[in-house]
């Protein structure tokens, strides 16, 4: 299995989808337990997102402008060199 170091998660949708993508995306944590783990995510799910221990960063996709949040998330994937992109 290759080593990851920066893992981002895409799941855009309500709470009720992010709540029901936690179980996964804690067992990636799981696996990877050294990878900073970013989540893009859409609306104030992002707030709820920014109190748990399991990731590290939470990308907010500004809702309304998806043009400017796919450059947005294109430009910090590149930047932060994101190795996985999983989207659930």
């Known amino acids: 299995m290759p080593k990851l170091n920066n893992i981002l ?5 309500s709470l009720g989808d992010v ?3 936690i ?3 804690r067992a990636i944590r799981d696996k990877f337990p050294a ?3 970013s989540w893009l995510v859409e ?5 709820f997102l920014a109190c748990q221990d399991f990731i590290d960063e939470v ?7 998806a043009i400017k949040g796919l ?3 294109i430009y910090l994937a590149r930047r932060k060199r994101l190795v996985l992109f999983c989207a659930i």
């Open 59 to 65: 990308i907010r996709f500004p809702r309304g402008d």
């Open 9 to 13: 998660i895409i799941r855009l949708s």
């Open 43 to 47: 609306g104030s799910v992002g707030e």
């Open 19 to 21: 709540l029901m993508s």
């Open 35 to 37: 990878a900073h783990i």
């Open 71 to 73: 450059k947005k998330a």
């Open 23 to 25: 179980p996964a995306v």
